[in-house]
T-cell receptor, first 115, second 112 residues
Protein backbone atom coordinates (compact mmCIF):
# COMPACT_ATOMS: atom_id res chain seq x y z
CA UNK A 1 0.00 0.00 0.00
CA UNK A 2 1.13 3.55 -0.72
CA UNK A 3 2.33 5.27 2.39
CA UNK A 4 1.84 8.77 0.99
CA UNK A 5 -0.85 9.55 -1.57
CA UNK A 6 -1.13 12.78 -3.48
CA UNK A 7 -4.16 12.50 -5.74
CA UNK A 8 -3.73 15.76 -7.66
CA UNK A 9 -1.06 15.42 -10.37
CA UNK A 10 -1.64 19.05 -11.39
CA UNK A 11 -3.37 22.09 -9.94
CA UNK A 12 -3.99 25.60 -11.23
CA UNK A 13 -4.64 28.65 -9.08
CA UNK A 14 -5.12 32.31 -9.84
CA UNK A 15 -2.51 34.67 -8.45
CA UNK A 16 -3.47 36.00 -4.97
CA UNK A 17 -5.95 33.16 -4.41
CA UNK A 18 -5.52 30.38 -1.83
CA UNK A 19 -4.95 26.76 -2.86
CA UNK A 20 -5.06 23.45 -1.02
CA UNK A 21 -2.84 20.54 -2.01
CA UNK A 22 -4.04 17.17 -0.76
CA UNK A 23 -2.02 14.52 1.01
CA UNK A 24 -3.13 11.35 2.77
CA UNK A 25 -0.83 8.96 4.57
CA UNK A 26 -0.80 5.47 5.97
CA UNK A 27 1.12 4.36 9.02
CA UNK A 28 0.62 2.23 12.10
CA UNK A 29 3.41 4.02 13.94
CA UNK A 30 1.98 6.27 16.70
CA UNK A 31 4.89 8.69 16.34
CA UNK A 32 5.59 10.20 12.94
CA UNK A 33 6.22 13.47 11.18
CA UNK A 34 4.73 15.00 8.08
CA UNK A 35 6.56 17.36 5.75
CA UNK A 36 5.94 19.42 2.68
CA UNK A 37 8.72 20.25 0.22
CA UNK A 38 8.69 22.50 -2.83
CA UNK A 39 10.75 21.56 -5.89
CA UNK A 40 11.06 24.28 -8.55
CA UNK A 41 12.16 23.41 -12.06
CA UNK A 42 15.76 23.99 -11.00
CA UNK A 43 15.53 20.78 -8.96
CA UNK A 44 16.38 21.68 -5.38
CA UNK A 45 14.09 20.42 -2.62
CA UNK A 46 12.99 23.30 -0.40
CA UNK A 47 11.58 22.50 3.04
CA UNK A 48 8.29 24.31 3.67
CA UNK A 49 6.58 23.03 6.79
CA UNK A 50 6.56 20.23 9.37
CA UNK A 51 3.83 18.68 11.54
CA UNK A 52 4.50 16.15 14.28
CA UNK A 53 1.91 13.49 15.01
CA UNK A 54 1.56 14.66 18.61
CA UNK A 55 1.33 18.36 17.79
CA UNK A 56 -1.99 19.72 18.97
CA UNK A 57 -2.08 22.71 16.65
CA UNK A 58 -1.77 22.87 12.90
CA UNK A 59 1.64 24.06 11.74
CA UNK A 60 1.98 27.43 10.03
CA UNK A 61 4.96 29.04 8.29
CA UNK A 62 4.20 32.38 6.70
CA UNK A 63 1.81 31.79 3.80
CA UNK A 64 1.95 28.02 4.32
CA UNK A 65 -0.26 26.14 6.72
CA UNK A 66 -0.78 22.44 7.20
CA UNK A 67 -4.34 21.21 7.74
CA UNK A 68 -3.66 18.14 9.88
CA UNK A 69 -6.60 15.77 10.39
CA UNK A 70 -5.16 12.84 12.28
CA UNK A 71 -8.26 10.64 12.33
CA UNK A 72 -8.60 10.98 8.56
CA UNK A 73 -4.82 10.59 8.08
CA UNK A 74 -4.63 13.69 5.98
CA UNK A 75 -2.07 16.50 5.94
CA UNK A 76 -3.12 19.02 3.33
CA UNK A 77 -0.97 22.03 2.49
CA UNK A 78 -2.71 25.38 2.21
CA UNK A 79 -0.92 28.19 0.39
CA UNK A 80 -2.54 31.57 0.90
CA UNK A 81 -2.21 34.55 -1.44
CA UNK A 82 -0.52 32.56 -4.23
CA UNK A 83 2.38 34.16 -6.06
CA UNK A 84 3.79 33.40 -9.50
CA UNK A 85 6.94 32.12 -7.79
CA UNK A 86 4.89 29.41 -6.08
CA UNK A 87 4.65 27.54 -9.40
CA UNK A 88 6.56 24.32 -8.70
CA UNK A 89 6.20 20.65 -7.81
CA UNK A 90 5.06 20.06 -4.24
CA UNK A 91 5.83 16.86 -2.35
CA UNK A 92 4.27 15.55 0.82
CA UNK A 93 6.52 13.27 2.87
CA UNK A 94 6.32 11.23 6.06
CA UNK A 95 8.97 10.26 8.53
CA UNK A 96 8.25 7.27 10.73
CA UNK A 97 10.22 7.09 13.94
CA UNK A 98 12.38 4.10 13.18
CA UNK A 99 16.14 4.20 13.48
CA UNK A 100 16.88 5.85 10.13
CA UNK A 101 14.07 8.37 10.13
CA UNK A 102 14.14 8.49 6.36
CA UNK A 103 11.43 10.31 4.46
CA UNK A 104 8.86 8.57 2.29
CA UNK A 105 7.56 10.86 -0.43
CA UNK A 106 4.36 11.03 -2.42
CA UNK A 107 4.34 11.41 -6.19
CA UNK A 108 3.88 15.16 -6.04
CA UNK A 109 1.48 17.84 -7.28
CA UNK A 110 2.53 20.27 -10.00
CA UNK A 111 1.13 23.68 -9.05
CA UNK A 112 0.80 26.41 -11.66
CA UNK A 113 -0.07 29.93 -10.57
CA UNK A 114 -1.81 31.93 -13.28
CA UNK A 115 -1.38 35.71 -13.60
CA UNK B 1 21.02 27.52 -0.47
CA UNK B 2 20.67 24.97 2.35
CA UNK B 3 24.40 24.63 2.98
CA UNK B 4 24.51 21.09 1.59
CA UNK B 5 26.60 20.85 -1.57
CA UNK B 6 26.83 18.10 -4.16
CA UNK B 7 29.34 17.51 -6.90
CA UNK B 8 29.07 17.19 -9.82
CA UNK B 9 25.73 18.77 -10.59
CA UNK B 10 25.45 16.88 -13.86
CA UNK B 11 27.09 13.69 -15.07
CA UNK B 12 26.74 12.03 -18.44
CA UNK B 13 28.30 8.61 -18.79
CA UNK B 14 28.21 5.61 -21.03
CA UNK B 15 26.60 2.37 -19.97
CA UNK B 16 29.06 0.17 -18.13
CA UNK B 17 31.19 3.00 -16.73
CA UNK B 18 31.62 3.71 -13.02
CA UNK B 19 30.57 7.04 -11.54
CA UNK B 20 31.08 8.64 -8.13
CA UNK B 21 29.14 11.48 -6.56
CA UNK B 22 30.07 13.55 -3.55
CA UNK B 23 27.96 15.22 -0.87
CA UNK B 24 29.29 17.78 1.59
CA UNK B 25 26.85 18.17 4.47
CA UNK B 26 26.23 20.97 6.90
CA UNK B 27 29.11 20.46 9.31
CA UNK B 28 27.20 19.86 12.52
CA UNK B 29 24.70 17.43 10.98
CA UNK B 30 25.41 13.84 11.96
CA UNK B 31 22.65 12.27 9.85
CA UNK B 32 23.20 11.93 6.11
CA UNK B 33 20.81 10.41 3.57
CA UNK B 34 20.99 9.54 -0.10
CA UNK B 35 17.82 9.53 -2.18
CA UNK B 36 17.15 8.85 -5.85
CA UNK B 37 14.51 10.69 -7.85
CA UNK B 38 13.37 9.58 -11.28
CA UNK B 39 11.39 11.79 -13.62
CA UNK B 40 7.89 12.55 -12.38
CA UNK B 41 8.34 10.79 -9.05
CA UNK B 42 9.15 11.73 -5.51
CA UNK B 43 12.58 10.94 -4.08
CA UNK B 44 13.16 7.37 -2.86
CA UNK B 45 15.40 6.51 0.07
CA UNK B 46 18.65 4.73 -0.74
CA UNK B 47 20.82 4.75 2.36
CA UNK B 48 21.48 6.45 5.70
CA UNK B 49 24.57 7.31 7.72
CA UNK B 50 24.82 8.36 11.31
CA UNK B 51 28.26 9.91 11.52
CA UNK B 52 30.53 7.43 9.69
CA UNK B 53 28.33 4.38 10.21
CA UNK B 54 26.06 3.24 7.40
CA UNK B 55 23.06 2.09 9.40
CA UNK B 56 20.41 1.41 6.82
CA UNK B 57 20.23 0.51 3.15
CA UNK B 58 17.15 0.30 0.95
CA UNK B 59 16.63 -2.75 -1.23
CA UNK B 60 16.85 -0.25 -4.10
CA UNK B 61 20.57 -0.16 -3.41
CA UNK B 62 21.81 -3.01 -5.55
CA UNK B 63 25.27 -4.55 -5.29
CA UNK B 64 26.50 -2.09 -7.91
CA UNK B 65 25.93 0.79 -5.50
CA UNK B 66 28.22 1.61 -2.62
CA UNK B 67 28.28 4.56 -0.27
CA UNK B 68 30.81 5.76 2.25
CA UNK B 69 31.13 8.51 4.78
CA UNK B 70 34.70 8.44 6.06
CA UNK B 71 35.25 10.38 9.27
CA UNK B 72 31.58 11.28 9.37
CA UNK B 73 31.98 14.31 7.15
CA UNK B 74 31.48 14.20 3.37
CA UNK B 75 29.91 11.19 1.71
CA UNK B 76 30.40 9.49 -1.64
CA UNK B 77 28.00 7.36 -3.64
CA UNK B 78 29.53 5.13 -6.30
CA UNK B 79 27.67 3.28 -9.02
CA UNK B 80 29.60 0.57 -10.80
CA UNK B 81 28.79 -0.71 -14.28
CA UNK B 82 26.10 1.88 -14.83
CA UNK B 83 22.87 0.93 -16.59
CA UNK B 84 20.37 3.14 -18.38
CA UNK B 85 17.93 2.56 -15.53
CA UNK B 86 20.34 4.35 -13.21
CA UNK B 87 19.56 7.65 -14.93
CA UNK B 88 18.03 9.83 -12.22
CA UNK B 89 18.64 12.72 -9.87
CA UNK B 90 20.68 11.66 -6.83
CA UNK B 91 19.91 13.78 -3.80
CA UNK B 92 21.80 14.08 -0.57
CA UNK B 93 20.09 15.32 2.58
CA UNK B 94 21.46 15.99 6.02
CA UNK B 95 19.83 16.50 9.36
CA UNK B 96 20.84 17.50 12.86
CA UNK B 97 19.08 14.54 14.38
CA UNK B 98 15.54 15.72 14.86
CA UNK B 99 12.97 16.67 12.27
CA UNK B 100 14.37 18.58 9.36
CA UNK B 101 16.27 17.17 6.42
CA UNK B 102 18.06 19.72 4.28
CA UNK B 103 18.60 18.71 0.70
CA UNK B 104 21.49 19.49 -1.57
CA UNK B 105 20.97 20.57 -5.19
CA UNK B 106 21.36 17.02 -6.46
CA UNK B 107 23.46 15.30 -9.12
CA UNK B 108 21.64 14.54 -12.34
CA UNK B 109 22.98 11.35 -13.90
CA UNK B 110 22.36 10.46 -17.52
CA UNK B 111 23.49 7.03 -18.70
CA UNK B 112 23.73 6.72 -22.49
Amino acid sequence: AQKITQTQPGMFVQEKEAVTLDCTYDTSDPSYGLFWYKQPSSGEMIFLIYQGSYDQQNATEGRYSLNFQKARKSANLVISASQLGDSAMYFCAMREDGSARQLTFGSGTQLTVLP
Amino acid sequence: DTGVSQDPRHKITKRGQNVTFRCDPISEHNRLYWYRQTLGQGPEFLTYFQNEAQLEKSRLLSDRFSAERPKGSFSTLEIQRTEQGDSAMYLCATGPGSNEQFFGPGTRLTVL
